[in-house]
């Protein structure tokens, strides 16, 4: 193993699909373009078109030939295609098992052996694909900032993920789960007759200044985390407390009460995995704990 093969494999588990034909497979990795515009108000395409070349500078020693690129309003897609019997395609596999998309992939447990440096190349080509830093992220208080890794209907790469986290000591803010409890707590949407309107992706949630140490290779998230981290930390400043002290905490290591939620009707609905069915929860962290994110 080495970073540059992290990497990838980190692009192909946060965004990747793999499409399997009788001699050849064509690995695609989706960037999504929440706004087109970025903070500073420059075009996200450009931005994404700058990035892709520091990623072929990645990635294109690995596979041996040019990366496929297009581009539309909302994403952009890097792609290349190799024979089954090639050494790369098989290590992918290897690491990816059965999956063929990020709906159904896992972090493969090797990867939990590989090294810091490669954890961290492995985190932040999931984050370069997943990862949104916005002015509109933050908690409580506006300089706050906070990074947002976006995973749609994939419970356990929510863990699997916040539990490599924590193997690089980079603590999860919060979790956003797409569970009734938690998007529609008070039965607001359910008795709007919206009873499905919890169903989407789920965001693991990191202070800006702790999400440092994976960082972003995708230019204008790399330009906005750092803008955003010096304000995170100035305003610590102001009011005489120092960030990494109140930011660098595990949801175990603190204590909070839960506010008690009304149970929920969708709480049995298949969409959430039979581990934690029919369960009622007040909080997100009871969720990670059942699902297996804890110290």
């Not at 109140?246 to 995995?273: A, C, L, M, S, V």
């Amino acid at each position: 193993m080495n970073t540059e093969m992290a990497y990838l494999l980190g692009l192909i588990c946060g965004n990747g699909e793999i499409k399997r034909r009788a001699t050849e497979t064509t690995i695609s990795i989706d960037i999504p373009h929440k706004k087109l515009q970025t903070e500073n108000n420059n075009d996200v395409r450009i931005y994404v078109r700058a990035s892709i070349t520091d990623i072929r500078s990645i990635i294109e020693p690995l596979t041996g030939t040019g990366l496929g690129f297009t581009q539309q309003d909302n994403h952009s897609i890097m792609s290349f295609t190799k024979p089954n019997s090639d050494y790369l395609v098989r290590e992918i596999l290897r690491y990816t098992g059965s999956a063929v998309s990020h709906e159904n992939t896992r972090v493969a447990q090797e990867v939990f052996n590989f090294t810091r440096d490669e954890k961290i190349a492995f985190l932040k080509g999931f984050s370069d694909v997943t990862g949104y830093i916005r002015r509109s992220n933050y908690f409580i208080a506006p300089y706050k900032h906070r990074v947002y890794l976006e995973v749609p209907q994939n419970w356990f790469l929510v863990v699997d993920i916040c539990n490599l986290l924590k193997d690089v000591d980079v603590p999860v803010q919060a979790i956003d789960w797409a569970h009734p409890n938690m998007r529609d707590g008070n039965l607001k949407k359910y008795k709007e007759g919206k009873p499905d309107f919890w169903k989407k992706e789920h965001q693991i949630k990191i202070y800006a200044n702790e999400f440092l140490p994976i960082g972003f290779a995708v230019l204008h998230k790399k330009e906005a985390l750092l803008d955003f981290v010096a304000e995170l930390v100035n305003g610590y400043s102001h009011i005489g407390k120092d960030a990494s002290e109140e930011t660098h905490r595990f949801y175990w290591q603190g204590r909070g009460r839960n506010k008690i939620k009304p149970h929920h009707p969708r709480e049995i609905d298949k969409f959430i995995p039979e581990e934690i069915r029919g369960n009622h929860y007040n909080s997100w962290k009871e969720i990670a704990s059942d699902l297996g994110y804890g110290a």
